[in-house]
């Protein structure tokens, strides 16, 4: 273990304020010798398959480090995952800091995508979704795993024409169509490095909107590739270059000059095939499994009410991949729940069907403006290692992989509720937030979680009960 032993050297030099974690690391150095890293483990590592045997099972420690065995990580880049933004760090990134606030980053484990075996790191709070991302992935791993696709990286901006003369929205549009060209010559010239890497201002479309509370106006929409980052302040300072521009040819007035987070034309797809057999289940029949996860699907397509439930199951999967890598989560929310609602309303973000073989088939696509470079994927220290994780080679397929975990999400969740129910697991996992929210620390979480979950008693009440007893079951 030469290396290991190097590797919490160079922690300890590089983050002072990690010490006593990597003294922690150290005295579970044996453990993860004889447990963590085990013949089983090795071969996974050295495969780069994501199934990694009893990965939940194992300590943090040596989870920590077989991540960043598969992974390639340097004992720098590890460290950055525990904890590296710092207060004097984040007063970089917003205003009126006072410290900072963090999620928990697990690993989902399991995902094939396009051929390519992925360990997914997720930040978020909510008990069973790393559990649920993994369990969905593993049974479309039974199929093959995710086919992901994304479309170019095309944001639109939008400038707001108003007051134009006489009303005439039409002639006012003829105008600004006409001028197309010189438009977008202004819009490409705003960036440097993009127009380089293929990307920059590539079309112009209007629309008219000739009932407004305000009166008749226009908006133009300027469709402009932003390669490999999300690309909001470079589509806006577009807007703003052409604003001028704009009003001139139109005769109107332009107010607002702004991105739209509904970016229809950068979307990512996943699609995955589930065998009947591998979606059997207590004795259940998998191609009944498969008819009730169709059923459960259809109700989110027609039912408002349902869907915005069943697509935050789906988001539950995508968010913590977004937040993970530094990109803009509300953007995301914003954009895919507006996409859910394109034909007038509210439906399921999912499509769910069974095919001749009674083998279950499933696609999810949305709109998914995120970056690898620029941003919040910059300024968070972690972000860069996390994206070292996926193994990603940029914005589009970085999009491909939580879209894909997004549906892995929403399978799993599915199959939860048309066999034993959401609660069943979601409460088991939940029992561990219950036993801290008690007062519970160090081993007793794990025994007052167990002992709660034994005698199907989650509760807060009776967890307090077992901390003052010292987490053994009394009474």
Known sequence: MAVHAKSLTNIRSAWPARRREAEALESASPMAERIGLDPTLERAI?????????????????????????????????????????????EGMIENVVGTFGLPLGIATNFRINGRDVLVPMAVEEPSVVAAASFGALLARAGGGFTATSSEP??????????????????????LVAARDGILAVAHAQSTSLPRLGGGAKDLTVRQLPDTPVGPMLVVHL???????????????ACEAIAPLVEAVSGGRVLLRILSNLSTERTARAECRVPADALARDGADGRVVARRIVEANALAVVDPWRAATHNKGVMNGVDPVVIATGND??????????????????????????????????????????????????AHPAAATVLRILGVSGARELAEVAVSVGLAQNLSALRALVCEGIQDGHMTLHARQVALAAGATGDAVARVAEQIVAEGRIRVERAR????GGGRASG
């Open 465 to 468: 009960e077992l901390v003052a």
């Open 46 to 90: 050295d495969a780069r398959s994501s199934r990694l045997p009893g990965f939940y099972r194992r300590a943090r420690a040596e989870r920590s480090l077989a991540v960043a065995r598969w992974a390639g990580l340097s004992a720098d880049e590890a460290a950055l995952l525990d904890g590296a933004l710092t207060s004097a760090r984040a």
């Open 329 to 378: 989560w509300r953007a995301g929310e914003a954009g895919a729940h507006a996409y859910a609602a394109r034909d007038g309303q509210y439906r399921a973000l999912t499509t769910w069907r069974q095919d001749e073989h009674g083998d279950l088939l499933g696609t999810l696509e949305l709109p998914l403006a995120v970056g690898t470079v620029g941003g919040g994927t910059q």
């Open 154 to 175: 095309v944001m639109i901006g939008q400038v707001q024409v108003l007051d134009l003369p006489d009303g005439d929205l039409a002639a006012a549009a003829g105008r």
């Open 223 to 237: 469709h402009y590739d932003t390669r490999d980052a999300m690309g909001a302040n470079a589509v806006n300072t």
